[in-house]
């Protein structure tokens, strides 16, 4: 069995494992804008990216693991096979019928199915610890698919994502054919599925990018780039970051639901309006754009973030915790330890009245009293702390008290 190290052993930044030019350059002239394929002896990396993942670590998550679904999906010539065909039981102890068959997956395998493991930022300690650094480079939250391909085979037709991705070529090579898009910077429900003739025809087409990527190389691509990919000569092994960034409809979205709060835009039609007629549609549709003009120009930029956070904090957890390491510190904390602010965990602090504050979490609140607020807004502040040092309260008995708090609440890390 494996023993990883979390976060793979290259403390590089996270960044430049996956492109080679600085990353203003790469904002400026690469993000959401045009793919960028970088070459392993750019990247310079001792061992390429077997540190993340590696063929025997596929072995030991497809064995050893007790994978369920959906952590795994099977795909042959294009086709998603269900997941009956290769899952079961997990015999005495584990009769759940969903769990992950090695012979089964092995016998599809070698009849040229591609495996992909999904959601590994969730359960391998290299990607978790590496996508969690990816992820707070960006500032996005991120997912993590591996894609294990048989020699001469690819699993899936020409499409095209709906979000950003980074791939990571492992082992094997791949050959990568990447067109420009028939929709640029898709929506989340915009899918290839329902332009799949616009797909095959461009597809059949001279590719803006066809190459081989080898061990150590790595392929930028903006959503809505259209791209397959087939194993070589060998078995193929990739990783692939998809990055689910919101986009500017995403703020469309929250404003109309906050514009509900304007009387104008809640009126009922005009008695006797035939909808389906576009002349009597086109008098009212000019009031209603006027109305929900002059309502624009008023937009709280406080309510739209407050809306934004409920839709992004959910979709990036803050690092792992180890309860019983973490009670543990708690319960012999002194003023002497050190602690740190839980790395990714979204937060923020305001005050409740004249006599507390409020420490906002991902679906929970947590008050203190307001002398609290210079201690705590320091310890969430990024940095180490000394818990004797944390400022704003009396003695070290109270900063003790307010540290195991956070410490109990998951907010704070031993450092």
Not at 235 to 258: D, I, K, N, P, Q
Not at 309 to 322: G, K, L
Request: hydrophobic share 40%; with cysteine.
């Amino acid at each position: 069995m494996t023993h990883p190290t979390p976060g793979g052993s290259d403390r590089r930044p996270a960044l430049s494992r996956a492109v080679a030019v600085d990353p203003a350059k790469f904002a400026e002239a690469y993000w959401g804008r045009q793919p960028l394929l970088t070459r392993a002896d750019e990247l310079a990396g001792p061992d390429g990216f077997l540190d993340l993942l590696s063929p025997d670590a596929v072995d030991e998550l497809l064995s050893e693991r007790g994978l369920r679904t959906p952590f795994l999906r099977v795909a042959n010539r294009g086709t998603v096979l269900p997941a009956s065909a290769f899952t079961g039981s997990g015999g005495a102890g584990a009769e759940i019928g969903d769990q992950v068959v090695d012979d089964k997956v092995m016998r599809l395998y070698a009849e040229g199915a591609t495996l992909v493991l999904q959601g590994l930022h969730r359960i391998w300690p290299p990607l978790i610890g590496y996508a969690r650094r990816l992820g707070a480079e960006l500032r996005q939250p991120l997912q993590v698919n591996a894609y294990l391909t048989p020699a001469g085979n690819k699993g899936f037709a020409t499409h095209y994502d709906t979000h950003d991705v980074f791939v990571l070529q492992v082992d094997g090579t791949k050959r990568w054919r990447v067109h420009e898009p028939v929709l640029p910077e898709p929506l989340e429900r915009q899918t290839w599925g329902g332009r799949a003739d616009e797909v095959g025809a461009v597809a059949d087409g001279p590719a803006t990018l066809d190459v081989v990527l080898s061990p150590g190389d790595a392929l930028y691509l903006p959503r809505g780039w259209l791209h397959s990919a087939e194993a070589q000569g060998e078995r193929s092994l990739h990783l692939t970051f998809g990055v689910r960034a919101l986009t500017r409809y995403a703020l469309v979205e929250e404003l109309l639901h906050l514009a509900a709060q304007d009387q104008r835009l809640r009126a009922t039609l005009p008695y006797g309006m035939d909808v389906a007629d576009p002349d009597q549609v086109a008098a009212e549709l000019t009031g209603t754009v006027a109305a929900l003009r002059d309502w624009l120009l008023t937009a709280d930029p406080a309510e739209v973030a407050e809306r934004l956070r409920a839709r992004a904090w959910p979709s990036q957890r803050p690092e792992p915790v180890r309860p019983l390491a973490q009670l543990s510190f708690a319960e012999r904390l002194s003023a002497d330890d050190r602690v740190a602010v839980r790395h990714e965990l979204r937060w923020s602090l305001r005050a409740d009245g004249p006599e507390h504050v409020v420490l906002q979490l991902l679906g929970r609140t947590l008050r203190f009293p307001a002398y609290c607020e210079r201690a705590v807004r320091t310890a969430l502040d990024g940095g180490v702390h000394r818990v004797g040092d944390l400022p704003g309260l009396d003695d070290d008995a109270d900063r003790l008290v307010l540290a195991r708090r956070l410490l109990r609440e998951a907010v704070l890390v031993p450092a």
